[in-house]
């Protein structure tokens, strides 16, 4: 039986990071006939109770992502904890890895939108995601857009070598009716929602600008957080709403009259899959990844404050029901077979 060794340190994360990493690691665990070490930053982390399975064991690696005691020592623990093979639900793999590799490269947007990010760090960032997926037995992309990103920046070889395995959602995320949770924010159904970061490639600001001079009554409703929250410029009927619980979020999206996003560029986006499993429309830029999850009846517009004030006057009104592909459990599955390719290849 093989010993898999699974990079967790992201799993704590409340954002789409962490859902992926939390989703796809209980269910590799929970179906898979292998055994598995889980890196962790923290032995006590929730999701680890709620894995139903007794085939792993958890080894602490509290070293930052990004930083050079990552580069000096999780090699070690890995090395020690005689793992045979090293996945990562993210490109973060340390330069000298000392076992095969599979990695999840959700997108390439620091390549694009390197936001602030020092001259040194954005150096290192393309040194490390390079290492990653040259050295890589395998590489799971969670869109077209991806693979075609990797591709086109990293060369044709890397098409040979990548699956595309599409993101899930949860299964809370349904149509739900929970006035408790909009008493608590005061809110009335038939608001316009985005739920993401306040990244310089989300338009956050362009969101809120066109909302300003669209006229529409209906308020604006913003699930975020991050340092970029702090400099968006506010106007009436906006609201931004900080430290939103997960268990909170079906009731914000199903109480929404509509779903909208200015995003410039996403490797996948979660939020638009989970808008949808709540019955939600959808208000899309025509861009990156969006088009693949955003369904047939999403309002799919160009990428400007114009087109954004025409959506918000003139809202979609149907959603597309959800196809079953977008599954963790079979996505998991898709990466268990790839893996063990991988192992005994």
Known sequence: MALIGIDCRFASLSVGLGTYTRNIV????????????????????????EINSKNFEVHLANFPHYSVKEQLFFPKIIRKSTAELLYSPHFNIPLFCPVKTVITVHDLILHRYPNAASFIKRLAYRLVFKNAVTNAKHIIAVSNFTQRELVSLYGELLSDKTTVVTEGFDASFVPTSNSTVLDFYDLKPGYFLYVGTAKQHKNVQMLIDAYAKSGVSE???????????????????????????????????????????????????????????????????????????????????????????????????????????HDWAISAKIISDILKDVLHG
């Not at 830029?285 to 959506?311: F, K």
């Open 26 to 49: 209980s269910n590799l665990v929970s179906t898979s006939q292998d055994s598995f070490v889980l890196f962790v930053r923290s032995v006590d982390e929730q999701w680890l109770n």
């Open 219 to 325: 308020p604006l409703i913003i699930v975020s957080n991050g340092k970029e929250v702090d400099q968006l410029q506010m106007c009436d009927g906006v609201r931004i709403l900080l430290g939103v619980d997960n268990d909170e979020l079906p009731a914000l999206y199903s109480a929404a009259g509509c779903f909208v996003t200015a995003s410039a560029y996403e490797g996948f986006c979660l939020p638009i899959l989970e808008a949808r499993a709540c019955g939600r429309p959808v208000i899309a830029s025509d861009v990156s990844a969006i088009p693949e999850i955003a369904g047939e009846h999403a309002l799919l517009i160009g990428l400007s404050e114009e087109h954004l004030i025409s959506a918000f006057k003139d809202p979609p009104t149907v959603c597309d029901p959800l196809e079953g592909k």
